[in-house]
């Protein structure tokens, strides 16, 4: 079975650029997580997508982050413009509608913000 | 909002020593405890999960987690370690359909 995936898996940017993250689910996954990691620190959730509905946005900076999920399926998360403290691993995870807490994470997209 | 709080950020042991991670977690309803594992390189993934029934839940790779309601714990154990197990361990709970993480702990297991 196909993994969760993520590109690109580094990106390394100056303040007040943007930047797109891509996430590819597992196949059949109707929910889709965005979570931020910032380094010591456990992940948070940005946004939750189920199929291409937006289930909770609530922690994520609307000023300069959106994310969409086209189709059900891919998703983009953008940061425009970019900040320092931005600087963070981006994580997708996705889960069957059945088992929402049993989440199957990618790789993850570092971010470096300078 | 529901959280968990792990005490220990950073564990040093030798192999065959025995582990045990705390993890507390704020009462929110119905409690449903997780402990996701990355290893060095890898991707974050799912060690064992409680939703009800019997408190002590086994995962894989030989580890083990006690749910105690009267604690409001969720302790992870594993009787002997070996060096494969260095990684980062997370607590989590799930509540209102999002899993909250806990802020890790860093386990370094010495050959």
């Known amino acids: 079975e196909a993994g969760v995936a993520q590109s690109p898996r580094y990106k390394i940017i100056e303040k007040r650029q943007s930047v797109a993250f891509w996430c590819n689910p597992i196949s059949g996954h109707a929910t889709l997580y965005w979570y931020q990691q910032i380094l010591g620190q456990g992940p948070k959730l940005l946004i939750q997508f189920q199929n291409n509905g937006v289930v909770d946005d609530s922690q994520l900076p609307k000023d300069r982050f959106s994310a969409e999920r086209l189709k059900g399926v891919d998703s983009t998360l953008k940061i425009q413009p970019a900040k320092l403290e931005d600087s963070a691993v981006y994580l997708c995870?996705?889960?069957?509608?059945?088992?929402?807490?049993?989440?199957?994470f990618g790789p993850g997209t570092r971010l470096t913000v300078l | 909002a529901q959280s968990v709080s792990q005490h220990n950020h950073h564990v040093i042991l030798s192999e065959a020593a025995s582990l045990e991670l705390g993890c507390n977690y704020s009462?929110?309803?119905?409690?449903?405890l997780f402990w996701y594992v990355q290893y060095p390189g890898q991707h974050l993934q799912l060690l064992l999960k409680?939703?009800?029934?019997?408190?002590l839940v086994k995962g894989i790779k030989g580890f083990e987690a006690e749910f105690i309601k009267s604690k409001f714990s969720f302790n992870l154990r594993k009787p002997s370690v070996q060096w494969s197990d260095t990684a980062e361990y997370f607590c989590?709970?799930?509540?209102?359909?999002?899993?909250?993480f806990g802020i890790g702990t860093k386990l370094q297991v010495i050959p």
């Open positions: 995870a996705s889960s069957l509608l059945t088992s929402i807490y049993e989440q199957f």
């Open positions: 009462y929110g309803g119905t409690v449903n």
């Open positions: 989590a709970t799930g509540g209102y359909q999002k899993v909250t």
């Open positions: 409680y939703f009800s029934g019997d408190p």
